[in-house]
């Protein structure tokens, strides 16, 4: 099993939409998680934090954390074509060193 | 911009050739980590470097070594490079080796292509 796992995709939204991203970790005391964005042909680049279970919310954004059932979501309200793009996600884990990364989910907003 | 940057950011090298890519940490931050990111795949971790020593490594053969220097940047050697070794790799620099709000920053990447 997978220590991070995510849907490939692609999944696509019309613009507007919301676009739900979802992603789940092994069954190890976790502690930090992290959504990332990655633009064809270029490194990524952090778009939010959470470390606490509910939800966190920076503009359009939204990371929701449930750390009984191993989940950890990212929800992007009135989802523009610029939106498109990977979104990788991350674990570190209580005692780990390394940021460990999911093999992302590719999204595609139609205008 | 995240102040972390890499060098350089395209190279193409024969099979069987070394290789040895660079990175600048952001101001203030003493870790570094490397990551090798193939196609269509996230980026899997090589190893950490924390106050020029090797803090932790990945699943990567020996060939892959590291250094890290006083003003934390760091280079990433590959030796006996291999076509697999095709990939995208990727620095990232942050304030801590681990813990609860450890964030890492990337750089913008080395694409390196073995022929």
């Known amino acids: 099993q997978k220590e991070v796992e995510q849907n490939s995709g692609p999944l696509s939204v019309p613009e507007g939409a919301i676009a739900s991203l979802n992603c789940t970790y092994s069954?190890?005391?976790?502690?930090?998680f992290f959504w990332y964005r990655q633009y064809s042909g270029k490194s990524p680049e952090l778009i939010m934090s959470?470390?606490?279970?509910g939800d966190k919310e920076d503009g359009r954004f939204t990371a929701q954390l449930n750390k009984a059932s191993q989940y950890v979501s990212l929800l992007i309200r009135d989802s523009q074509p610029s939106d498109s793009a990977t979104y990788l996600c991350?674990?570190?884990?209580?005692?780990?060193?390394?940021?460990?990364f999911g093999a992302g989910t590719r999204l595609f907003v139609k205008a | 911009e995240t102040g972390v940057t890499q060098s350089p950011t395209h190279l193409i090298k024969t099979r069987g050739q070394q290789v040895t890519l660079r990175c600048s940490s952001q101001?203030?931050?003493?870790?570094v980590s490397w990551y090798q990111q193939a196609l269509g795949q996230g980026p899997q971790f090589i190893f950490q470097?924390?106050?020029?020593?090797?803090?932790g490594r990945g699943n990567f053969p020996p060939r892959f070594s590291g250094l890290q220097f006083p003003n934390y940047s760091s280079e990433l050697n590959v030796n006996a490079l291999e076509l697999d070794d095709s990939a995208l790799y990727l620095c990232?620099?942050?304030?801590?080796?681990?813990?609860?709000?450890?964030?890492?920053?990337f750089g913008e990447g080395s694409w390196l292509t073995v022929v």
């Open positions: 470097y924390y106050r020029e020593e090797e803090n």
């Open positions: 101001s203030g931050h003493n870790t």
């Open positions: 959470i470390y606490s279970n």
């Open positions: 991350a674990v570190t884990f209580t005692g780990g060193f390394k940021t460990i």
């Open positions: 069954d190890r005391v976790s502690q930090s």
């Open positions: 990232a620099s942050s304030t801590q080796t681990g813990g609860l709000g450890n964030t890492i920053y």
